[in-house]
């Protein structure tokens, strides 16, 4: 213990730096914009690189359970494959709105780090905006909505999970024209969330499946659960009903990010209606 305080004291100058040092560095980045902004794009990036070794690691372990994940993928594409291909004959053939099939962009990337259990729940992406990436777009999995892209460095992206409390999603139930919001609410099981703002007078079933309504970030006709509770009252004319997720938020190995091209053209004209309306 002598030694330990003679050291301290001998390079008591050399602490005192470091530590104003550091508090200065705080400050700077604290209250200064761009300063703030460049320190978190260089965090993502070192924390990334990080995550991005470890995550390596994880995938060679988990590769029996993504290949199964994989492998039940393809068989739902080849499930709608079949059913285009059965629909376009000379007796019946369906036409598609141009417009709508290249509307939304997808872009794989793996995830390097997520966490499931906290009460505010975010994911690691490795790709970023070199990638074409953007802060705001939807990502979700091939079984179902992952989050929202919450800040983007160069190579790395992370992304504000279904799993938070600030994430609202647009939904609507499979044989209804209700609209509701899903959030996560307040269960802390990461396979269940809340659908809000249901009218009390509509019946729910057990079982029914929820989808994206396309008046959020993500195309429409997603499945994102089933109904596992319902009759759950908020207070007022609106019910609450408890879904199960698709998604396997503990087991997230690749996930697609959406981009809606159309997006930009959408926001202006909305804009240019609330100016001539005001």
């Known amino acids: 213990m002598k030694n330990l305080w003679l050291f301290l004291v001998r390079y008591n100058a050399f602490f005192w730096f470091i530590l104003f040092f550091v508090a200065s560095l705080l400050l700077v980045v604290q209250n200064n914009r761009y300063q703030r902004s460049a320190f978190i794009n260089s965090s993502n990036v070192v924390v990334g690189s990080f995550y991005d070794k470890l995550n390596s690691w994880k995938s060679y372990l988990a590769l029996e359970e993504t290949n199964k ?14 059913h285009y291909l059965l629909t376009d004959t000379l007796d019946s053939v369906q036409i598609n709105d141009s417009i709508d099939m290249n509307r939304y962009q997808f872009t794989m990337a793996e995830v390097v780090n997520n966490s499931v259990h906290q009460k505010s729940n975010f994911i690691t992406i490795n790709k970023g905006s070199l990638a074409g990436i953007q802060k705001g777009l939807g990502v979700i999995t091939s079984n179902g909505v992952v989050g929202i892209v919450l800040n983007v460095s160069a190579h790395f992206s992370t992304i504000q999970s279904l799993l938070h409390p600030d994430t609202r999603v647009s939904v609507t139930m499979d044989t209804t024209n209700v609209f509701g919001s899903l959030v996560w609410g307040n269960t802390t099981d990461p396979q269940f969330a809340i659908v809000k703002d249901i009218p009390n007078h509509l019946k729910v079933q057990k079982g029914q499946k929820i989808y994206t309504s396309g008046f959020s970030l993500f195309p429409k006709g997603i499945e994102i659960g089933s109904v596992e509770e319902t009759g759950i009252s908020s207070g007022g004319s609106f019910l609450d009903i408890k879904i199960k997720l698709r998604t396997n938020f503990s087991n997230l190995n690749h996930v697609y990010v959406v981009k809606d091209l159309l997006e930009n053209e959408k926001n202006e004209l909305e804009a240019v209606t609330e100016d001539n309306d005001g």
Do not use: C
């Open 69 to 82: 994940n994989l492998a039940q993928e393809n068989s739902e594409l080849r499930k709608q494959l079949q």
